[in-house]
Each structure stands twice: as C-alpha cells, then as structure tokens.
C-alpha cells in the first residue's frame, strides 16, 4: 500500500479458481481449439480510507476538502458495481492461448488495468504467459493532496506495462511472476499549495515505474485442499525520493475445490521503507508502512444447472475483504472494507 501505487493491497483479490484444480495457478491450456473466457457481474459495497485517491468510476474514495496534515483520512462508503471478463482463443496443436481481460487483482485496487497477451505452454517446463497491461478507465487522484481547508482538484492516474508468469516450472507446483508499471499522475502538482521549493515538490512526485517480483508455492493436500504461501517484492520507483519505496508482503492463501461449494481464503502481512523523507514540515521524516488483511470468498454452484449460452452452470459468489496500512505519517493511513456478491459464468 503506497501512496498512489495503490491502495488496497493485494488482500483485495479475489481469486477465480473455479475450473482449475490448484489455487493460484494459471489455467492449463484446453486440449481444442476455440474460444473461451468468463464474465463475473457483480455488486457491493466498499467503505475507504485515504487522503491520497479522488475517485474511482464516479464513486468519491476520500473527501475533497481537508482541514489538517496531521489526521488520518475520514471513510467514504459507496455502492460498487463490477463487470470483469476475460476472452480467450486457443490453438491446440501449439498449445497457445492469446487472451483480453481484466486481472482481478487489479480491479480491486482501483487499477482497471487491462491485459492482452499471450500463454504457450511449454511441455515438462511448464506454462508462460506474457502480457501488456493498459489502463481501461483510469483512477482519479488529488493534484495537490496537501492542500488544505480549500477544495482539491484531481487529475487522472494512468498506468501501463507488462506482466511475465511462468507456473508449473519444471512439473513443480511453484510460480514466479514479473509485474512491470509505468505510473503517470496527468497533472502533479504535490506540494504546490505548501510553497515548497522546487526541490522539496520534486521529492514527493509520484509519476514512476514499479517493478515487482512474486514466488509461491502450491500444497495439494486431501484431495480437495490447496495451501499457498507466497513472497513478493516491490520497488516503487517514482521520481520523488520521498515516494520511492521498497515493500515486501508475506501471504498464505486456502483454497477448498468443493461440489457445491469453493472456497478461498487469504491473509497477508507487509511494510515498505522509503527512501528520503518527507519535506511536508508537518512531518519531516522518512516514511514508513506496516501494512496487513483478510479476505474470504464462497462460489456456490447452482443446483439447477443454469447457463448463459452454453456456459458452465453459473456459480453465486460473496465475497469479504479487510486490508489496512498503517503509516507512521498519519497522512498516508489507508483502510479498505469491501463486501460484494454476484455470478460467475465460464465457458
């Protein structure tokens, strides 16, 4: 969780195992030729903390007048409405798979990234997957998010770059995983209202790269339960040093493959360290982030067998997530409660 990199951490995903037999893993490529995908509308409810993020779709994420430096964000609540896909075309005499979608985890950090690309297995060495990432709507953030007791202008937050996987390496069950950002803020203005000098605003630019590297590992255990633990690593590598940061984030995720029910649990604990401090006088130090959720979601198969033009029976999904990060600047706390439900169709 930093700053403008963004916002509810990766506790926020809502992983889509259904048709898969092992959490976290890229699907294995269909054995013919043709099209395939899923679409999974949904609604909820989202209740948000930060001083950082204007809106997202129209929904206000934080308040647009602010009356201190010192406080923590207020909570905006807002009703949620979401309809990812994905659409994919195989070539089985290969084994590739090219593919447009949204990547979940991205939905619900407020970055409606999209990605087309491409996934080619590679016999015993396993599945890669390549893709370019696009920003489809982009996030609003505050031009100025120090201004204070007058109201913000904000601008838009766009990202684009790439994302490499490569998953059963060797026949195992481990995956490592590249996500490369380039991060660009339409008008930066931080640190305007303050009068800080041209060398103090620099430091607290946020347009920049993010690179980040992830392992895991996938424990099949009773036939019908998968254990995940997983380590990532983020340079977030914007052009203001006060911005700039290293982060690390520990998760586990539990996944029970079930008939009716699937189930996906996962937790995660982190920090980031950042590398030149704040030249906000309000704060003056380096900052520093602890950051930590929960998030649970049920699909329940229907017992009726209903389809959507030759899907799959259409699964029912709700969904929980909890995630907070817990800055030793007031300012830059974050909070995030979501609650969605909907359906899931595949094809």
Not at 6 to 13: D, E, N
Not at 332 to 344: K, L, N, P, W
Request: charged content about 20%; hydrophobic content about 35%; aromatic content about 16%.
């Amino acid at each position: 969780m930093k700053k403008s990199n963004f916002i509810v951490s990766a506790v926020l995903t809502i992983v889509l195992f259904l048709g898969t037999h092992s959490a976290l893993a890229l699907e294995p490529i269909p054995a013919e030729s043709g099209f395939s995908g899923f679409i999974r509308p949904g609604v909820g409810y989202l209740n948000f903390k930060s001083n950082m993020v204007s809106s997202f779709l129209r929904f206000d994420l934080s308040d647009k007048k602010i009356d201190s430096l010192t406080d923590s964000p207020d909570s905006q609540s807002n009703g949620i409405a979401m309809v990812p896909f994905s659409l994919e075309y195989t070539f089985a005499s290969t084994q590739t798979q090219l593919f447009l979608g949204t990547d979940l985890t991205d939905l619900v950090r407020f970055d409606y990234s999209q990605q087309i690309g491409v996934k080619q297995g590679i016999g015993r060495f396993g599945i890669l997957q390549g893709g370019f990432l696009f920003s489809g709507i982009p996030a609003k953030v505050w031009k100025d998010p120090y201004v204070v007791n007058q109201r913000r202008d904000d601008t838009d937050r766009d990202s684009m770059g790439a994302k490499l996987v490569w998953d059963r390496i060797f026949g195992s069950h481990f995956q490592v995983q590249y996500t490369y950002r380039n991060i660009d803020i339409d008008t930066e203005q931080s640190g305007e209202f303050l009068g800080l000098t041209p060398a103090q605003r620099r430091l607290l630019d946020r347009n920049g790269d993010t690179h980040s590297a992830e392992i895991l590992y996938r424990i099949p255990f009773s036939g019908k339960h998968v254990l995940t633990p997983a380590f990532s690593y983020t340079y977030d590598d914007r052009d203001g040093g006060a911005m700039r940061n290293n982060g690390y984030n520990f998760q586990v995720t539990y996944a029970y493959f079930g008939d009716p029910i699937t189930l996906t649990t996962n937790a995660f604990i982190g920090w980031a360290d950042y590398d030149d401090r704040n030249p906000i006088p309000a704060f003056d130090k380096k900052q520093n982030d602890d950051s930590y959720g929960i998030q649970g979601t049920v699909y329940y198969k229907n017992p009726w067998d209903w389809s959507l033009f030759g899907s799959a029976p259409m699964n029912f999904f709700v969904s929980a997530a909890f995630a907070k990060t817990d800055a030793n600047i007031d300012f830059y706390d974050q909070e995030a409660f979501m609650t969605s439900a909907g359906v899931f169709f595949k094809w």
